[in-house]
């Protein structure tokens, strides 16, 4: 992609951006879940020096090694806990949108009869909706990665009855997607139930009227390599429904999701390249009967819709400081976007730059400092 094309599409992105928050609307609304996670940070110890002093298990290697020994023998491995952060897809992306001052209603496992102490942040943002206790990630850390060990059974009660029990009843529910601009549901791979859960929301808004129905309907997969092709078609299916209730169904894909959802489907991938990208996004919505469609691999992004396509590059960052979230805050700054106005292809543009802000520090843009970030992105000065 040319310099100067890529310039002009920064500056395109950050224009609209820019008109749209000056426009001083009221503040939209999004309803996300329905996952939630507890993130433990971790180290292995290697060796240990006293109580507060050890040397870690450096590599992944190391720890396959390590482990390899131990069979036939068994062994133990010593876990030290160093951060206890929010996690789950649902969570993240509404930290995002909530830091661009949407107001954001959180819905999924945060915790219950007690919202966990991880998730007391959005309650700044809107109302909390607990549906189980979260489900718990060990991330063992390494210096060249991470395995991440996870307990996922709680995310087994996030049912559509629990969903309308933990709003407060039907009543509860209703309105809550009434007042709704965007409905966010996310990580349909670990949610069992999932799918049973669209189909309650899309009977509740069928029976409300299209005039109060929420103007999008955003969908995330979350590596669906370990659920059935026929499954992952049934979901897919549900979702493209959400248009015949009177909301824009929009597909989020990362490439490799992307490549699962074109093997359910039956139709070619195609080459992993900027153009090849768009192509398979275009034949995803085509056979999907979901009309927008946005594949963001690491280091780009595309988007097509029936009215624009885009795809924009960067703003890749060489030495991040966190990568695990960045999709979610791309989600949630393409679907701010849309909610100021923007069209698609420049959504993506919006979505580049939150998860570009977010790797480099740590955590999501307010407004202001999103304003900020597009000119040293246009510059090339985001990591000098």
């Known amino acids: 992609m040319a310099a100067a094309s890529q310039s002009e599409r920064i500056l395109a992105g950050e224009s609209a951006l820019v008109s749209a928050m000056a426009q001083g609307a009221a503040a939209p609304v999004a309803f996300i879940g329905l996952d939630g996670f507890v993130d433990e940070i971790a180290r292995v110890v290697d060796q240990r020096q006293d109580f507060e002093h050890f040397t870690p298990v ?48 959180t819905a999924g496992a945060l915790g219950r009869p007690v919202l966990h102490p991880v998730f007391r942040p959005l309650e700044r943002y809107g109302r909390i909706v607990s549906l189980a206790d979260p489900a718990v990630t060990i991330a063992a850390e390494f210096d060249d990665g991470k395995i991440m060990h996870g307990k996922l059974s709680t995310l087994n009660e996030i049912t559509p009855a629990n969903l309308v029990a933990g709003a407060g009843g039907e009543r509860e529910i209703d309105a809550l997607f009434a007042a709704t601009d965007l409905v966010g549901l996310v990580n349909w791979t670990m949610i069992p139930r999932l799918t049973e859960c669209y189909r309650a929301i899309l009977e509740r808004l069928a029976a409300a009227g299209p005039a109060k129905a929420p103007k999008f309907a955003f969908f995330d997969l979350c590596d669906p390599q370990k659920r059935s092709r026929a499954d992952l078609r049934e979901a897919v299916a549900v979702m493209a429904r959400f248009a015949e209730v009177g909301s824009r169904p929009i597909l989020g894909l990362n490439e490799k999701e992307s490549a699962e959802v074109c093997e359910a489907l039956g139709i ?84 580049k730059a939150v998860s570009g802000f977010y790797v480099r520090a740590g955590i999501g843009p307010t407004r202001e400092e999103l304003a900020a970030f597009f000119p040293r992105w246009r510059a090339g000065s985001l990591d000098s």
């Open 58 to 105: 450096r590599t992944i290697a190391d720890y396959a090694q390590r482990l390899a020994g131990a069979a036939g023998k068994s062994t133990n491995v010593e876990l030290v806990i160093q951060e206890i952060k929010m996690g789950g897809n649902g969570p993240l992306m509404a930290d995002a949108l909530g830091r661009l001052a949407v107001r954001v209603n």
């Open 268 to 351: 070619e991938s195609g080459p992993a390249t900027v153009d090849g990208m768009l192509d398979r996004a275009r034949r995803i919505a085509a056979k999907s009967g979901v009309p927008e469609v946005l594949i963001h691999p690491r280091t780009y992004a595309v988007v097509t819709s029936p009215e624009a396509e885009g795809q924009i590059d960067g703003p890749v960052c060489a030495n991040p400081r966190l990568t695990t979230g960045a999709g979610d805050h791309f989600n949630g700054g393409y679907c701010f976007a849309r909610l100021l106005g923007l069209q698609p292809s420049l959504a993506i543009v919006v979505g």
